[in-house]
């Protein structure tokens, strides 16, 4: 019990009076007669906004489309002059509409309104999140190739925003559109169900490494889960110990019914000398027998239905048109040749998660790279500490918690990027002090990289269900 103040002091002076006075004893009296001098905020306090919903206008969905030449502010300001089953999908949602500019300055996107109050140029990195004036919502599905919105715009877009891309027309972009309004409510895909396949082709093969930093701790979260449910339904496909072939992931994909596939393998890169031949197959994964995991023998047996795969395999998400990694290996070098190889296919989405969101009964969301991973992103030299379990945490604790895969990544990009930029702090000024070597900051950059081009194809609202 707090007894009555002999005395209380003020921040004021007079110059010449005591800024300190007994309390008045008569005032206890009036204590209970009024309220508190700061009015009661507890029932004017905003609802706090929850990031996983998107139908909130503080949080908002939208979808980024080409700015069209030869369409009036207002018509830019609605998705008229795209596909039917995108106009469908901003109407149900009642989502904005931004446009991609090729002019644009970095870091901006296009809003028109069709009020005629635009144009607006807003920056992403403001994180002014919602569908009201001025701001933009969280949740953004880019609709377009990589040839009309680049993976660069991307790249930046999911920075700040939960961002995914569908690169689909007619009847596949029909049938994913339809499943994604209806939240895939037919799907035989179970919940606590999981496919894990693990290429490892040898200890000193980078499959290895994968195979121990991603997919196999991943199989290992999944089965320490208090639930016995996610024990029961976990199947791992570990090339260390089995054989990892096409068929054998096959199998488990349709005994297993999951809602989460991940993968670890090479991706496919050749042949070199003929880019239409590595176009129509760039990136797909390459088993055990360093056989191709085409989209139509999988689809031959099995339906994703609702399922999210995650591909650890390089251009698994696609290529871009010139590579981030140019200069790191002397030129001509075999890396050097298969960097510049894949710069050849230019803008594009690779043929496998294509297949797997315009299946009869579509995935819900692939998750893979841009260009390649090279070990030194996976496990830092310095420390030998594998660097991945913001990745893990996304696709265990946060995808299975009820977060959409949108925010599951940004969530996993942001604790990466914390890491990261400190780690990388820390070396400049060690490399300036004479502490360190270039190497160490190579690593983080090979690392940032890694994390800046790993994509979601598919809406970032999907979560699994």
């Known amino acids: 019990m707090t007894s ?41 306090a905003p609802v706090p906004i929850d990031p996983r919903n998107w139908a909130d206008p503080r949080v908002g969905w ?86 009309s919105i680049p993976w660069s715009f991307q790249f930046e877009l999911q920075q700040s925003c939960f961002a995914g891309r569908l690169d689909l027309v007619e009847e596949p972009l029909e049938r994913y559109v339809h499943a994604l309004l209806n939240d895939w409510a037919d799907s035989a895909a179970q919940h606590p169900n999981s496919v894990i396949w693990a290429v490892d082709h040898a200890p000193g093969d980078i499959t290895h490494l994968m195979r121990d930093a991603i ?17 029961a339904g976990a199947r791992f496909i570990d090339g260390g110990q089995e054989d990892a072939s096409t068929a054998a992931l096959i199998d488990a994909l349709v005994a297993g019914r999951p809602s989460l596939v991940a993968t670890s393998s ?29 989209g139509a023998d999988v689809l031959a047996q099995w339906q994703p239905d609702g399922a999210i795969w995650y591909a650890q395999a390089c251009c698994s998400a696609g290529s871009r048109g010139e590579t981030a990694f140019d200069g790191l290996v002397p030129q001509g070098s075999q ?19 294509r297949a797997l969101l315009s299946a009869a009964k579509p995935a819900r969301a692939f998750v893979g790279h841009v260009e390649p991973t090279f070990d030194w992103s996976v496990r ?47 070396g400049r000024r060690d490399l300036a002090a004479g502490e360190a070597v270039p190497g160490d900051l190579l690593a983080l950059r090979l690392i940032a990289n890694d994390w800046k081009a790993m994509v979601l194809l598919g809406d970032p609202t999907c979560m699994v269900n």
């Open 215 to 231: 997919t196999a701790p991943l199989h290992a979260s999944l089965m320490n889960d208090p639930d016995p449910a996610f024990q």
């Open 4 to 44: 009555w103040p002999q005395q209380l002091q003020v921040n004021a002076w007079s110059g010449t009076d005591e800024n300190r006075s007994p309390a008045d004893e008569s005032f206890q009296q009036r204590l209970l007669s009024s309220g508190l001098a700061l009015a009661d905020l507890r029932t004017l």
């Open 266 to 294: 090479h991706g496919m890169t050749g042949p070199l000398n003929n880019v239409a031949a590595m176009q129509a197959d760039l990136g797909q994964l390459v088993d055990s027998a360093k056989a191709q995991v085409r």
């Open 380 to 426: 830092y030299p310095k420390t030998g500490q594998f660097i991945t379990q913001p990745l893990l945490d996304a696709f265990y604790q946060r995808l299975f918690t009820g977060e959409p895969i949108g925010m599951a990544l940004d969530s996993c990009r942001r604790l990466a990027s914390e890491l990261l930029h400190a780690a990388f702090a820390t």
């Open 62 to 147: 939208g979808v980024v489309l080409p700015e069209a030449d030869g369409l009036s502010e207002s018509d830019l300001a609605k998705a008229g002059d795209a596909p039917a089953p995108i106009q469908e999908l901003v109407a149900a949602r009642n989502g904005a509409v931004l446009r991609y500019r090729q002019d644009r300055s970095v870091g901006t996107i296009r809003r028109y309104y069709s009020d005629g109050t635009g144009p607006q140029d807003i920056l992403v990195a403001s994180q002014s999140f919602g569908t009201g004036p001025g701001q933009i919502p969280r949740y953004l599905l880019i609709y377009g190739s990589p040839g």
């Open 335 to 353: 890396v050097d040749r298969i960097l510049k190889g894949v710069a050849a296919c230019g803008e594009m989405m690779s043929p496998f998660p």
